[in-house]
């Protein structure tokens, strides 16, 4: 797995390449918690390179998503169908402060026009 | 477990591996789920859904079986009509919610995702001690559809 930080107008994204799983999820984890020490209080992961996640991966989304809720959000850009599938079934899918980006245009569009949605 | 033939031959077939508990342990473990699908001639999705499910059942061996840092004895079964995984430890099995306290919050979703992800999971305590997950997909069955 590669872990790059960018920007999309002020919000820091992470982006992933490569398989998210319980030996190196921790490494994610700790890369969003440093953005949270921060005070970030957007975060957004682009999974559209990452073709494989399990519930370590699951697990640190779900923390992330613990801690952003009060007056923030956590969205994820293009994950590819059964990755998506995984975060219907664990119902991440269906929290409010949790967004399913089709693609950075639509998450750019996002982090623009709302500061929370 | 004994693997039958079907006219093409197709999907019938046992294999086994002693995977090394390192850190690359899980993917050698998705890897050889992967190879076993495609023997079997498993869709991509269900694939994907039963590497899933595998890994956690081998991060539960590893984390409870008394199996950190040695191995992992992994099988599957290629039948007519289905796919069978298996794992076995040293280890009793342990609730989730004792996994949960012990390791780290959301440990917990192992056992709930092996069950959601697959079409029948059976774990069991051979005579010979320990526990056996064993995950079966079945040929003709869709993925789980998800909650809307």
Partial sequence: MELTISRLSNVPVLNIVGEIDHGNAPTVGATIDELIEQKQRTILLDLSQVDYMDSGGISVLLSALRRLREGGWLGVINPNANVRRLLQIVGLALDASFRVFDSVEDAQAAVQTHARP | ?148
């Fill in chain 2, 1 to 148: 477990m004994t693997a039958c033939l079907d006219a093409t031959g197709r999907g019938c077939f046992t294999r086994t591996a002693i995977i090394d508990g390192g850190s690359s342990c899980l993917k050698t473990v998705r890897t050889f789920v992967e190879e076993a699908a495609s023997a079997a001639g498993l869709r991509q999705d269900r694939a994907f859904d039963l590497k899933v499910a595998a890994s956690e059942a081998c991060a539960n061996a590893l984390e409870h079986g008394g199996n950190a840092g040695s191995c992992l004895q992994v099988s599957a079964a290629g039948f007519e009509d289905r796919l069978e995984f298996e794992v076995a430890d040293g280890g009793a099995f342990r609730l989730p919610h004792a996994v949960d306290h012990m390791q780290r919050a959301h440990r917990g979703l192992g056992l709930p995702l092996m069950v959601a992800l697959t079409d029948e999971v059976r774990i069991s305590r051979p005579a010979e001690g320990g526990t056996r997950v064993t995950l079966i997909m079945y040929a003709d069955r869709p993925p789980q559809a998800p909650l809307t």
